[in-house]
């Protein structure tokens, strides 16, 4: 029988690696309040406003379905050279999101 989580501890790893456990409680901590503030109409539209969706929010569930698939992505492409297979990838893009997360808006 395979691990039905492996998958994701070696995606959890992949940002650990890049940038250490902060990075990953953050992730962590970030689900539960995307939940509770998506509880409510106005916390979809503030989501929506903050993560501008090109359409409104229907549920945090959608939101989270968004983010993990980016950020699993991301790891599956996490290679020290540019990709094309996943789509265009930088060498890896896992660092590079993190450090575009970090600058300014």
Same mark, same amino acid.
């Given at each position: 029988?395979?691990? &039905?989580?492996?998958?994701?501890? $070696?995606?959890?790893?992949?940002?650990?690696?890049?940038?250490?456990?902060? &990075?990953?409680?953050?992730?962590?901590?970030?689900?539960? =309040?995307?939940?509770?503030?998506?509880?409510?109409?106005?916390? #979809?539209?503030?989501?929506?406003?903050?993560?501008?969706? &090109?359409?409104? #929010?229907?549920?945090? @569930?959608? =939101?989270?379905?968004?983010?993990?698939?980016?950020?699993?992505? #991301?790891?599956?492409?996490?290679?020290?050279?540019?990709?094309?297979? =996943?789509?265009? =990838?930088?060498?890896?893009?896992? @660092? $590079?999101?993190?450090? #575009?997360?970090?600058?300014?808006?």
């Amino acid at each position: 029988m395979s691990d &039905c989580s492996g998958f994701l501890r $070696v995606t959890t790893e992949a940002y650990r690696r890049a940038g250490g456990n902060t &990075c990953v409680d953050t992730v962590r901590l970030t689900w539960p =309040l995307v939940d509770q503030i998506g509880s409510i109409p106005e916390g #979809l539209e503030a989501l929506s406003r903050v993560f501008k969706t &090109c359409t409104p #929010l229907p549920n945090a @569930t959608a =939101l989270y379905d968004f983010a993990q698939d980016y950020l699993v992505t #991301l790891a599956m492409g996490n290679y020290p050279y540019e990709s094309s297979f =996943l789509g265009s =990838l930088p060498a890896w893009p896992v @660092t $590079v999101s993190l450090v #575009l997360e970090q600058l300014p808006s």
